[in-house]
């Protein structure tokens, strides 16, 4: 696929269809992936690709959970605590997503709906990095995962990163193979786009002079 379209079709998808996403395309898209640039070429990332019965347990064991609050290994920042900027980004994409439907209570329905059921995906990326990290490796895995979405986008494939199936980080190394001394950092929910209104939300961006400065 020509990169723009790569580019512009990536968009995070919050119902998918049961199809199953083909191990070897897993491979693939992970293996391109790699091509990520890192601190030394460290390359601090694994990937714990849970689909099947794994992943079934793992939304099992959400959905028996989802009242609580989470405790994801990265603790969530308090949203008074961001930039301005920051903050003003986050209501904007809020108040769109929910005027998206046709009512509140239907956006909101949806939304939890999503977000309890880990987005229906039939496979999930879980992203680590080791315990002892240095902040660069955070840049890292964001570079590795980005990399990541566009390859499987570029096979026509959708994806979600999203901190929803990160927030017991105890029940993902229960059914998986992560061991303690990594940390969970993100998951990326990723097959087939189903044909519904959550996926039909396009986010936007600021304009690029509010982010781009330059000097000459
Ligand atoms: C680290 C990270 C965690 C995210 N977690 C969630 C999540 O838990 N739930 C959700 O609906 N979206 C989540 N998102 C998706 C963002 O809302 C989305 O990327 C943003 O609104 C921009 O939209 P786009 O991805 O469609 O371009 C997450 C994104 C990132 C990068």
Redesign the pocket.
């Known amino acids: 696929m020509d990169f723009k379209k790569v580019l512009n079709n990536?968009?995070?998808v919050?119902d998918f269809k049961d199809t199953p996403v083909k191990i070897d395309l897993i491979k693939e898209i992970v293996q391109e992936a790699q091509k990520a640039p890192s601190w030394v070429n460290s390359q601090p990332w694994k990937v714990y690709a849970a689909t099947g019965k794994t992943l079934e347990n793992i939304k099992q064991a959400y959905l028996d959970k989802d009242s609580q609050k989470g405790y994801p290994d990265f603790p969530v920042m308090h949203r008074e605590d961001w930039s301005k900027a920051a903050q003003t980004n986050m209501k904007q994409?809020r108040h769109e997503i929910v005027h998206h439907f046709d009512d509140f209570d239907q956006a909101h329905e949806k939304m939890s709906f999503a977000?309890s059921h880990l987005y229906s995906a039939p496979a999930m990326l879980f992203i680590t990095i080791p315990k002892n990290s240095s902040k660069w490796s955070i840049f890292d895995a964001g570079a590795f995962s980005q990399t990541l979405m566009l390859s499987a986008q570029d096979k026509g494939l959708d994806t979600?990163?999203?901190?929803?199936s990160v927030r017991f980080p105890d029940v993902v190394r229960k059914f998986t193979d992560i061991p303690d001394d990594e940390t969970l950092v993100?998951g990326i929910a990723i097959g087939y786009a189903q044909d519904s209104i959550i996926n039909t939300y396009?986010?936007k961006r600021v304009p690029v002079d509010d982010i781009l400065k330059i000097k000459d």
Do not use: C, M
């Not at 979600?160 to 929803?164: D, F, K, S, V």
């Open positions: 990536r968009h995070s919050r994409w977000s979600i990163p999203n901190y929803t993100v396009r986010s």
